[in-house]
């Protein structure tokens, strides 16, 4: 019993001082190394048009040079939509995808697809989140030896 009280004290003490401390700072210290940047409130509100893809495949047309070009590093639009923009600690990697594929041309295929993905949304919030843990992942060894492939902005 008294154990309690001392651990049920403790808890309660622990609680008052660390009020002013910076819940997102910690939360940083916890997760940046898992690739986990936290969200903000309106980032949270448009996650739920990232996901409404019904896989047609309409925005992978006119990617087959790209994905060429790109040594296996991207494998279409609808991949960074369907896979790599759905987990997190993956998002360095998706930024570095998005990277083969022009702002113009995000922009373009939003009004083809039928649920109209917001492709441009999706890319700057994958890149935000990279940017925050670290960035895109470095040019892996069989692209580096590439040409160098232009920046879309
Ligand atoms: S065009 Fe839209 S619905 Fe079709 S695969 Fe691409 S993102 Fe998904």
């Given at each position: 019993m008294f154990l309690l009280g001392v651990a049920l004290l403790k808890t309660l003490l622990l609680r008052l001082l660390s009020r002013g401390s910076d819940g997102i700072a910690r939360f940083r210290e916890n997760y940046d190394a898992d690739g986990l940047p936290p969200v903000t409130a309106d980032e949270r509100e448009h996650l739920v048009t990232f996901q409404r893809c019904i896989a047609c495949g309409l925005c992978d047309r006119g990617e087959a040079g790209r994905i060429a070009r790109s040594g296996g590093a991207y494998r279409g639009v609808m991949a960074l939509v369907v896979a790599g923009s759905r987990s997190m600690p993956e998002f360095r990697a998706a930024a570095y995808?998005?990277?083969?594929?022009?702002?113009?041309?995000?922009?373009?295929?939003?009004?083809?697809?039928?649920?109209?993905?917001?492709?441009?949304?999706?890319?700057?919030?994958?890149?935000?989140?990279?940017?925050?843990?670290?960035?895109?992942?470095?040019?892996?060894?069989?692209?580096?030896?590439?040409?160098?492939?232009?920046?879309?902005?």
């Open positions: 995808g998005f990277d083969f594929v022009p702002e113009a041309v995000l922009a373009e295929k939003e009004s083809l697809c039928p649920v109209r993905i917001p492709f441009r949304r999706i890319a700057r919030f994958v890149r935000d989140k990279a940017a925050a843990v670290g960035g895109p992942l470095p040019l892996p060894p069989h692209v580096a030896s590439l040409p160098p492939k232009p920046r879309p902005h």
